[in-house]
């Protein structure tokens, strides 16, 4: 052990680049936050809450202040769309990880790589490709008004359910590989042994897939959620204006809005928020996986 | 005929994944027919021809926002590769204390919500007034490709253990030739997947390089959403199916090396 | 406790210890041990006997003690300047270098001549019995010639010690036997010291000059396969080695308490004109085909277990419940304090 290269020193260039370049900007999200809205962008001094006070109030013209739900509507909106991107994601990967596993070792391989590959194109591509299919022209429309099923395109477009679809498109595969890295291990000896206790095919599921399962879900759940939470491409492109998500939101205060109070402020509250959640379901993890 | 008994069957999911599968793959697959379309309405088709790809390829903006993309995203899988290496090893040689801290630290990048990366890596650039052109982008995508270039490596140090280096020590090798004669080799596949990773994470990325870049920065996908905010014309279909070849290229590319990794 | 060392000491461990925070993994272990020596550190796992082992290689820094090697203090040394050669467990061969890489990868780093380390890899794997196979990689051989590999490996640098971490318990039983006989013809020829680590009494007893058994971080008794069977100093070395009766000293009338050792091949069934040492209640009887084993419960609850040959088994032809006299000869008890 003497003469070997400590771990402070291997680590020390990546501590040095993500503690600079992500830590600190973090740091000055925070500050920005406090700060007062200059009026061509950026932020200046006195130090202010105001960043804070935008996103549940407005300012009347008497300058009085009055609740204005429209903000944290979309952050509701972004905290659901994320919650049931996990859930529908769950739901759909996880029959889709069971079939993976369960087959013989050598088609296992050749499967995940048919399931993630749309995972390796571009998300921007990935998110396009549904406004194709979703649009007034787009396909669909054109296939249901070219069977005579409806005279007039349908709104497929614009609203929380495009906004949804995208977001599941994006995040099942994240959803299916900890699922099925769960999967992998479940010895086929089990079902067997429970099928010779007299279970059918749906309780031996129930009762022995699924339960181990569970960890893979939640470690998915992690890494769908999050994300999801603050995701742009996809309500920028499918939702529109009447689907806004809280990554919008932050991302037009500091472009059109030229208010970077209210976003960095809209940025901490959800950094916040996504760490706290991670931490707390990191905590539970924890104690499930030591009986 | 009667099925042999099999712990495992269950009528009708294999049906059922075919359904996910073509879920997942048909939206690409209208995309790639699209881009074929001749015509210059792509809801008329007009017969198949590569015309729209050839505009695409003689796009004199398209090329140099391509161009942005490649050197981004080679200098920041260089850059995070380079880091990412020795940060492996020293994660798993830490105590558990510290590796539960600093592997919690170097997967921020990937907790914190992307467009909260994009806007306080903007406010921190503006702030120390740092404008470096296509420099700024770059450090920005190494922080977030570091992650991703470690993955493999740390997994791949995990599944190693201390066993083979403690050998070359007993045979004589001192530090240095432990590293380039054992370590560094064992460790390579890990490394081409870490890279091939941390590259595909570059060039996906849009939230970061349209914050955070200007005028003379603008990468590929920032390009195309801007031709895709302007309408949906059969040249974005090109480019993105473009785009879209040249991940499966490079994921074909990532599977060949891990199943070569794990044929050893 | 430890016996004078026949020949020229080569290790010498000095009160060495190990603690991982709390945990002591080795504890105040002084230990001779002499050049050319076959010695066996014995013990369950977790006795801390791969931890001894990781101290003479270099892999571990006692916490407190020395460690000399040929008189020099190497405590401090790192594995790469001691001349010790470790065979792993689990072999690691490198798996990216050819069969004749890997045995000549110690003749590189200590930096000899091309055409020399060629020479020596090929005497080296003729003596292991791989001639053939130098251009093979590890993954394409068998478990047993991974093994040999691994044991030319080690040995090609000309080590003054090789150690040997469980080497053999990753074969099957018959490889493992056909292991033990190439160990100790490879031993006789290399004319070098061997430290093996085993939890394996019997390959202990068949291959070493002297065993240390270890319980706990320490060495309970270092001596001669012959005396720590035939004497054990006390009864956990009594019952790692081999089987015995423990026979609490007030059932047997002795005065002072603790324990009396007897093996159960030495235990018979009291035939007439024969004293009788014990009596007790017939368990059971099981043919074991050359020999017999007889089950007999003391009436202090003590199980005694006799072996005897099969042929005596006409005589003594009795059933189960029946109350029996039991034998054995002076010579061949023993007293243990504990």
Request: glycine share 8%; hydrophobic share 50%; charged share 15%.
């Amino acid at each position: 052990m003497t003469q070997r290269a400590s771990p402070l020193l291997l680590t020390s260039p990546a501590l040095a680049v993500i503690g600079v370049f992500m830590l600190v900007p973090l740091g000055y999200g925070l500050a920005y936050s406090l700060l007062t809205a200059s009026p061509y962008g950026g932020a200046e001094l006195p130090l202010s809450t105001e960043g804070y006070v935008q996103i549940l109030f407005q300012r009347d013209f008497d300058d009085s202040l009055y609740f204005s739900p429209t903000y944290l509507l979309i952050l509701l909106r972004s905290i659901v769309l994320a919650g049931l991107t996990s859930v529908i994601s769950a739901a759909l990967g996880l029959p889709v990880a069971w079939f993976i596993a369960s087959r013989p070792a050598r088609w296992q391989g050749a499967l995940l790589f048919v399931v993630t590959l749309p995972f390796w194109v571009n998300s921007l591509v990935r998110t396009y490709c549904w406004v194709l299919l979703l649009r007034d022209q787009g396909l669909i429309n054109m296939a249901l008004q070219g069977a005579g099923l409806t005279h007039e395109p349908l709104p497929l477009m614009y609203n929380d359910g495009a906004t949804l679809v995208g977001l599941v498109y994006n995040f099942l595969p994240f959803m299916v590989l900890p699922i099925y890295a769960a999967l992998e291990r479940l010895d086929p000896r089990l079902i067997e042994a429970a099928h010779d206790l007299y279970a059918t095919r749906r309780r031996a599921f129930l009762r022995i897939v699924l339960p181990l399962a569970v960890p893979g879900m939640r470690a998915g759940a992690l890494m769908v959620f999050a994300p999801a939470l603050g995701y742009f491409l996809v309500p920028d492109l499918l939702g529109g204006g009447r689907s806004l998500m809280i990554g919008n939101l932050i991302q037009s205060a500091f472009t059109s809005g030229r208010n970077w109070p209210f976003g960095a402020a809209l940025s901490t509250l959800v950094t916040a928020g996504v760490l706290v959640f991670l931490v707390i379901a990191a905590r539970r993890g924890r104690v499930e996986a030591t009986p | 005929m009667k099925r042999a008994y099999d712990p495992t069957h269950s009528p009708g999911l294999g049906a059922y994944v075919a359904l996910i599968i073509l879920f997942l793959y048909a939206p690409l697959a209208v995309l790639t027919v699209y881009s074929f379309n001749g015509g210059n309405l792509v809801t008329v088709w007009n017969g198949a021809s590569l015309r729209w790809f050839e505009a695409v390829i003689a796009n004199g903006d398209i090329q140099d926002a391509a161009l942005n993309s490649f050197i981004i995203a080679g200098s920041a899988t260089v850059l995070a590769t380079l880091i990412a290496i020795p940060a492996a090893l020293g994660l798993e040689r830490a105590s558990r204390r510290l590796g539960v801290a600093l592997g919690s630290l170097f997967a921020l990048p990937l907790l914190v919500p992307e467009i909260v990366t994009a806007v306080t890596t903007l406010v921190f650039f503006a702030s120390i007034k740092l404008r470096l052109g296509l420099a700024n982008l770059v450090i920005a995508h190494t922080v977030f490709c570091i992650p991703f270039a470690m993955m493999p490596i740390r997994a791949r140090v995990r599944g190693m253990g201390e066993t083979l280096e403690n050998a070359a020590r007993d045979l004589y090798a001192p530090p240095l030739a432990v590293f380039r004669r054992i370590t560094l080799p064992l460790l390579a596949p890990a490394i081409w997947s870490g890279a091939i990773l941390a590259f595909v994470v570059s060039l996906d990325d849009f939230v970061i390089s349209a914050l955070v870049g200007d005028a003379g920065t603008t990468t590929l996908p920032v390009y195309v959403y801007g031709m895709i905010r302007r309408g949906i014309t059969p040249e974005v279909n090109a480019a993105s199916t473009l785009m879209l070849v040249f991940s499966l290229i490079l994921a074909g590319l990532g599977r060949s090396l891990s199943r070569r990794r794990s044929r050893r | 406790m430890s016996e004078p060392a026949p020949r020229k000491p080569i290790i010498d461990l000095e009160g060495v210890s190990l603690a991982f925070g709390p945990v002591r993994a080795v504890s105040d272990v002084w230990l001779t041990i002499a050049s050319g020596e076959f010695f066996t550190l014995l013990g369950p796992s977790g006795c801390g006997k791969t931890s001894l082992l990781r101290i003479l290689a270099g892999f571990e820094t006692p916490t407190s003690g020395r460690v000399r090697l040929e008189g020099t203090d190497v405590t401090t040394t790192p594995p790469h300047l001691r001349p010790v050669n470790t065979v792993f467990q689990s072999y690691a061969l490198f798996p990216h270098m050819t069969v004749a890489e890997n045995a000549g990868f110690g003749l590189e780093m200590l930096g000899w001549p091309k055409q020399a380390i060629r020479e020596r890899v090929a005497e080296v794997l003729a003596l292991v019995g791989l001639a053939a196979l130098g251009d093979r990689r590890p993954d394409a051989l068998s478990g047993g010639q991974q093994q040999r590999v691994a044991l030319g490996r080690a040995l090609a640098p000309k080590p003054r010690v090789l150690l040997l971490d469980e080497p053999m318990s990753a074969l099957d039983l018959k490889l493992r036997k056909e292991m033990q006989n190439e160990l100790r013809r490879l031993h006789r020829e290399a004319g070098i010291t061997f430290v093996l680590v085993t939890h394996d009494q019997e390959e202990a007893l068949a291959l070493s000059d002297r065993v240390g058994v270890m319980k706990e971080g320490e060495i309970q008794q270092i001596a001669t396969p012959r005396d720590i069977y035939r004497q054990p100093v006390d009864s956990y070395v009594a019952d790692f080695i081999g089987e015995a009766n423990l026979i609490p000293a007030g059932e047997l009338d002795r005065e002072g308490g603790g324990l009396v050792m007897v093996r159960p091949e030495d235990v018979s069934l009291a035939g007439k004109g024969v004293p009788v040492r014990i009596e007790g209640r017939l368990l059971e009887l099981r043919f074991l085909g050359s020999i017999v084993e007889a089950a007999v419960a003391t009436p202090g609850g003590t199980m005694i277990r006799a072996r005897f040959p099969s042929a005596a088994m006409e005589e003594v032809a009795l059933p189960p419940g029946e109350t029996v006299g039991l034998a054995w000869p002076d010579a061949a008890e023993r007293h243990l304090e504990r």
